[in-house]
C-alpha cells in the first residue's frame, strides 16, 4: 500500500508536466511488462513468496480434512479462516456438481487473458492483479477522503459497531482504514470480516486487526454467516460484479439477512461514465460538516440542482460511448449512483433512515475555476491556505492547495486506469484492433494529461462521481 503515496501526492505546479510525462512513461511501460514477465506469462497459484505475490496465491482444497489443514497454513497469510464456512455455501438444493465446481474456482480463481490476470469461470470484467487492485484502493483512499471519514452513516459514528463485513473485500484496503478510523474514536477491538472469491487480502491481524477472511463466490447464496450476524455490512464497488435486476435484488435481501436489527448496510460506488460539472454549483449549507469537507478537498456535494452537462472532452466522450454499449450489453450499471437510492428505498419493510452523500471530483483545474479561485471554498480556507509556505496547504498557480490539486491528479489517474482495466471490452465494441487502440490511447494520455494546454479535459468540467449511502435495518412485522 505504501506505493500508493507516490500516486496521491503527485507534484504541482511548476513540476506537474514533468510528473505527468514520466506517469506517462510509466504506465507504457507497466503495459509493455505484461506482454514479458513472467509474472504475467504463468500464473501459480499454489506458492507465495513476496510481498506483491499475495494476489497470486489460491487455496487448495482437495478435500475436508484438507481445508482443515489448509486454513491452518494459510492463516499466517490471510488471517484467521472458517473452512467450515467457507466449505458451507450452498442451500439443500445444489447438486453436488455444482458444489464441486466452486470448490475448483476457489482452488484456482484465476487465469491468463489479454496479458493480464482475471477471474476465471466469472463474468467479472475487470482483471484482478496489481495494478487493478492498486486503482481500486486509490478508489477507496479518494472515498476516506471526499467523504471525510471511512464509514459515511451518522448511526455507526454514534454507535460503533462490534462486528463489521466487507463484503467482496478486495485487498481489504477498506477494512484497515475502518479499523483505523475506529482507533481514533477510542474503539479498537471492532471484528472485521472480509468476503471474496479471490484471497487477495493480506493479514490484517499483523496491523492489529480483529480479522477473517472468508473465501466464497458473492453469486452463491446464501452467504455463508449466520442470520443478523453483523453490525455492519460494506457493499464497496460492487456495481460490476451483479447484473441489474433479480441478481442484485437478492443479493441485497441476502446482505439485509446477515444485519441485527437496528445494523447499518452501507453502500459506495462510483459511475463508470463520466460527466461534466457547469460553473458555480451552489453549496449545500444546511450540511456544514459536509460542506466543510468539501471546501477542504475542493470537491463539490451533488444535490438535485446540481448542474450537470455531457462530457465535453472528445476522448471522454468516446470512451463514455463504449462503456456505455459494453456494459449494457452485460446488464451491468454505467452509472450506478443514479439506481442505488432507489433501489434502497423499495425495501421499506426491511430499511428505513436512508440516508445518502454523493460528491463530485473534478479531474482537474476547472476553466472557471483560474477567473474566480471562489467556487464552494469559503474566503477563511483561502486565507489560510494562502497564508502557509510549505506543504500540502501552500497554494498552487492554479489556486489550488497542494493537496486538492493531488486528489484531483489521483481522480484523473484512476479513471485512465480503468479504461485501460477495460480494454479488452472496450477493443471489441469500438471495432478497433491493437494498432488503432494503441494510436487512440495513447492521443488520449497526450490529450488528459497536458497540463500546459488550457483546452484540455482538465479543464473542461469532466468529474468523478462517487457515493455513499446508508439504511438501517428494521424488525420485520
Known amino acids: 500500500m505504501d506505493g500508493m503515496a507516490f500516486a496521491y501526492w503527485g507534484p504541482a505546479s511548476s513540476d506537474q508536466q514533468r510528473f505527468t510525462a514520466a506517469r506517462t512513461a510509466a504506465l507504457a511501460r507497466e503495459r509493455e511488462r505484461r506482454k514479458t514477465s513472467p509474472e504475467y506469462t504463468t500464473v501459480d497459484t499454489t506458492t507465495a513468496s513476496t510481498t506483491t505475490d ?175 450476524e453483523f453490525d455492519l455490512v460494506m457493499l464497496k464497488d460492487l456495481s460490476l460484479v451483479l447484473q441489474i435486476g433479480v441478481p442484485f435484488q437478492k443479493f441485497l435481501d441476502e446482505n439485509i439477512r446477515l444485519l441485527r436489527v437496528g445494523g447499518t448496510l452501507e453502500i459506495w460506488e462510483s459511475d463508470h461514465v463520466l460527466r461534466s460539472l457547469l460553473p458555480h454549483p451552489p453549496p449545500m449549507s444546511r450540511q456544514l460538516s459536509e460542506q ?46 443514479a439506481r442505488i437510492a432507489q433501489v434502497l428505498y423499495q425495501e421499506p419493510e426491511s430499511l428505513n433512515n436512508v440516508g445518502m452523500r454523493r460528491v463530485a471530483i473534478p479531474l482537474g483545474e476547472l476553466r472557471w475555476e483560474r477567473d474566480s479561485h471562489k467556487h464552494t471554498r469559503s474566503n477563511s480556507d483561502l486565507a489560510s491556505a494562502a497564508s502557509k509556505k510549505k506543504g500540502k496547504g501552500k497554494l498552487s498557480d492554479s489556486g489550488l492547495t497542494l493537496d486538492q490539486l493531488a486528489l484531483r491528479q489521483t481522480a484523473l489517474l484512476t479513471v485512465l486506469q480503468m479504461i485501460e482495466s477495460l480494454e479488452p471490452l472496450l477493443k471489441e465494441v469500438s471495432g478497433k484492433n491493437s494498432e488503432e487502440w494503441s494510436y487512440w490511447w495513447a492521443s488520449m494520455m497526450a490529450d488528459l494529461l497536458d497540463p500546459s494546454d488550457s483546452s484540455k479535459a482538465a479543464s473542461t468540467g469532466e468529474v468523478l462521481e462517487v457515493g455513499a449511502w446508508w439504511a438501517t435495518k428494521i424488525a420485520s412485522d
Not at 114 to 124: E, K, S
Not at 292 to 320: E, H
Open 292 to 337: 466543510r469537507v468539501a471546501d477542504q478537498t475542493a470537491t463539490f456535494l451533488i444535490a438535485p440542482g446540481t448542474p450537470f452537462a455531457p462530457a465535453q472532452n472528445r476522448y471522454i466522450q468516446q470512451a463514455n460511448a463504449w462503456i456505455q454499449q459494453a456494459l449494457d450489453a452485460r446488464r451491468l450499471p454505467p452509472t450506478p449512483c
Open 54 to 228: 499475495y494476489f497470486e496465491r489460491s487455496i487448495s482444497i482437495d478435500s475436508a480434512k484438507s481445508e482443515v489443514s489448509g486454513a491452518t497454513a494459510l492463516q499466517q497469510n490471510y488471517g484467521h479462516m472458517d473452512p467450515i464456512r467457507r466449505s458451507n455455501t450452498t442451500g439443500s438444493g445444489s447438486s453436488s456438481s455444482s458444489e464441486a465446481d466452486h470448490r475448483d474456482l476457489l482452488n484456482q480463481p484465476y487465469e491468463l487473458r489479454h496479458g493480464r490476470r482475471y477471474l476465471r469461470q466469472l463474468p467479472y470484467p475487470l482483471p484482478v492483479d496489481l495494478t487493478e487492485i492498486q486503482r481500486q484502493n486509490l478508489r477507496t483512499l479518494l472515498g476516506c477522503r471526499v467523504f471525510g471519514r471511512a464509514v459515511c452513516s451518522p448511526q455507526v459514528t454514534q454507535n460503533v459497531p462490534h462486528k463489521v463485513l466487507e463484503v467482496g473485500c478486495g485487498s481489504a484496503y477498506w477494512s484497515a482504514a475502518c479499523h483505523d478510523y475506529f482507533s481514533t474514536l477510542g474503539f479498537t477491538d471492532v471484528a472485521f470480516t472480509g468476503l471474496d472469491v479471490a484471497p487477495l487480502p493480506p493479514n490484517l491481524n499483523k496491523q492489529g486487526v480483529n480479522w477473517t477472511f472468508v473465501q466464497h463466490d458473492l453469486r452463491r447464496m446464501p452467504l455463508p454467516f449466520d442470520d443478523e
